[in-house]
């Protein structure tokens, strides 16, 4: 199965030497996305904003593949301080729509200098 690398200019950066994304067949694996800005600018600002400009780049990296957020089979959520479990549920369905909701994990991690991280596997077969 033939595969390929996406990077996007509508996404913060990547931080280290990987992709974006990887579209390998009908799958589409998307890498960690942070609250960061396309010119590589930190948001710092609360945790609402943090996870809405991850989901922005999450987001634009799937539209770069060719695919949209409601397209997730697995959504992977990693979270500085699990007392935003909450909010980040108020915050996912404006993003991961559809009428298949996807599997999620959230996971309380030691993020530093940012509260949230999100990845994604997509499926665009049939």
């Not at 067949?25 to 991850?54: K, M």
């Not at 634009?60 to 695919?67: F, I, K, L, T, W």
């Amino acid at each position: 199965m033939p595969k390929r690398a996406v990077t996007t200019d509508k996404a913060a950066p990547a931080g280290g030497p990987y992709s974006h994304a990887v579209v390998a067949g009908d799958t589409i694996y998307l890498a960690g996305a942070v609250p960061a800005l396309p010119d590589g600018s930190w948001v710092t600002g609360n945790f609402a904003e943090q996870a809405h400009a991850a989901f922005r780049n999450l987001a634009a990296v799937a539209e770069a593949a060719g695919a949209s957020l409601d397209d997730a089979v697995r959504v992977g959520v990693y979270l500085r301080d699990f007392a935003d479990f909450a909010e980040m549920n108020e915050i996912y369905p404006q993003y991961v729509k559809g009428d298949h909701p996807p599997v999620r994990t959230t996971l309380p991690v030691p993020l530093v200098g940012f509260d949230i991280e999100i990845d994604a596997i997509l499926y665009t077969g049939e």
